[in-house]
């Protein structure tokens, strides 16, 4: 009888009602929370998808978006760099001749750097020093990062005149003597107008961590 006297109770007008109140706000909740985690899915960029626009400054404090950098180009490559990554700082000479080599053929190269323990005056010295002649900007709560899905560095993005991704990964297969050539392979058949093969579209990264600034309630481990 006692349970039933609760039971009774607790199914009163009044409490039932606030029962059904708790019952629809903890759905809502529930549906809120999964809307949320699909638009953080949405705001990363995907292979043979339009790169949105971003903004951030060089280590002079001026600003630089995408869209205008790569206005009018044939292709640009968004390169996740470090200061104080010795592989980083291997492939240095590799990407100043890609520079080079490619500013004739109408390319954009734009530089990133995430790594929260690296200051300006440091990337803007390095810079300097390792004879880098195209912006390198300041990704400060890694949101570029975190939308290209960039992990280590030195890593690659290269956009098409349209701005649509069409490779991701590494410059090529070895930090020291390379046989194959990824970014290079890649770049020569979007300027011609050609579609990479699918196997070749994302290449392995090899390289350092970015260290990215803490988010709370994010996973931001490198696999």
């Known amino acids: 009888m006692r349970h039933l006297s609760l039971f009774t109770y607790f199914f009163r007008k009044d409490h039932f009602t606030v029962f059904c109140w708790m019952c629809v706000v903890t759905v809502l909740s529930i549906g809120t929370i999964g809307t949320a985690f699909a638009n953080a899915e949405e705001e990363k960029v995907k292979l043979d998808a339009v790169v949105k626009d971003f903004t951030l400054k060089d280590a002079e404090g001026k600003d630089f978006t995408l869209y205008k950098l790569s206005e009018e180009k044939q292709a640009t490559v968004v390169l996740f760099l470090a200061t104080q990554c010795p592989i980083a700082t291997d492939y240095t000479d590799r990407i100043v001749n890609l520079v080079k080599a490619y500013d004739e053929k109408n390319v954009q190269f734009i530089g990133i750097n995430s790594n929260k ?20 900007l300041k990704d400060p709560e890694n949101k570029v990062a975190d939308y290209f899905g960039a992990r280590r560095t030195p890593e690659v993005f290269l956009l098409d005149a349209k701005r649509i991704l069409r490779y991701t990964g590494a410059i090529d297969n070895s930090p020291k003597e390379p046989t194959k050539h990824y970014l290079k392979d890649a770049l020569d058949l979007v300027i011609a107008g050609k579609d990479i093969p699918k196997p070749s579209k994302k290449t392995r990264v090899i390289g350092c961590t970015i260290k990215r600034v803490r988010k709370t309630g994010v996973n931001d481990r490198t696999p």
């Open 117 to 136: 323990q690296e200051k300006l005056e440091e990337i803007l010295a390095y810079s300097k020093k390792q004879g880098f002649e195209f912006p390198v």
